[in-house]
T-cell receptor, first 114, second 115 residues
Framework: KAGVTQTPRYLIKTRGQQVTLSCSPI?????VSWYQQTPGQGLQFLFEYFSETQRNKGNFPGRFSGRQFSNSRSEMNVSTLELGDSALYLC?????????????FGSGTQLSVL | AQSVTQLDSQVPVFEEAPVELRCNYS??????LFWYVQYPNQGLQLLLK??????LVESINGFEAEFNKSQTSFHLRKPSVHISDTAEYFCAVIYAQGGSEKLVFGKGTKLTVNP
């Protein structure tokens, strides 16, 4: 069974640009969550999508957005990039119908903003 | 507020020494507890979990954790570490109440095993 796949693996952007990250969940998993990981803040929850609907949202500005497609694949978009957006962005999938939910993580996208 | 505290940000140990990584959570009615491990340049992998039943849970690679409700702790231990255990370890807690659940991560503990 394939794991969670995130693309691209690395990204270098400049301030002011926008970026789109992609996540393909494990087959059968309908929930996708996104996290930002930085050395100082650790893992911070961005948002969760389930069946194409945003279920939960963390405390991030509106520059961070996401969406989920009918095949459960998800994309995350960051507009008007800032230096502080440099981080590892992790995607995790789960079977939302299992309780409690267990997360399966991808390897992440390392975003560097110059 | 619901929180998870990992008391040590970095833990250096020598190979074959015992190690304990500490995790405390804020008290709540129902909690489910997890330890995740992150090896360099990789995502997080589930190491072990406590959902119910025996308070001592074990992983396949020799780690164990004990749920202590009175101490609100879920410390991770290994009696003898290997170089390959060098990684960052995250404690995570699902707080469940009133039909909703919220997953909270600790800030992580970097374990470095030296020869």
């Amino acid at each position: 069974k394939a794991g969670v796949t995130q693309t691209p693996r690395y990204l270098i952007k400049t301030r002011g640009q926008q970026v789109t990250l992609s996540c393909s969940p494990i087959s059968g998993h309908r929930s996708v969550s996104w996290y930002q990981q930085t050395p100082g803040q650790g893992l911070q929850f961005l948002f969760e999508y389930f069946s194409e609907t945003q279920r939960n949202k963390g405390n991030f500005p509106g520059r961070f957005s996401g969406r989920q497609f009918s095949n459960s694949r998800s994309e995350m978009n960051v507009s008007t990039l800032e230096l502080g957006d440099s981080a590892l962005y992790l995607c995790a999938s789960s079977r939302r119908d299992s309780f409690p939910m267990e997360l399966f993580f991808g390897s992440g996208t390392q975003l560097s903003v110059l | 507020a619901q929180s998870v505290t990992q008391l040590d940000s970095q833990v250096p140990v020598f190979e074959e020494a015992p190690v304990e990584l500490r995790c405390n959570y804020s008290s709540s009615v129902s909690v489910y507890l997890f330890w995740y491990v992150q090896y360099p340049n990789q995502g997080l992998q589930l190491l072990l979990k406590y959902l119910s039943g025996s308070t001592l849970v074990e992983s396949i690679n020799g780690f164990e954790a004990e749920f202590n409700k009175s101490q609100t702790s879920f410390h991770l231990r290994k009696p003898s570490v290997h170089i390959s255990d060098t990684a960052e370890y995250f404690c995570a807690v699902i707080y469940a109440q009133g039909g909703s659940e919220k997953l909270v991560f600790g800030k992580g503990t970097k374990l470095t095993v030296n020869p």
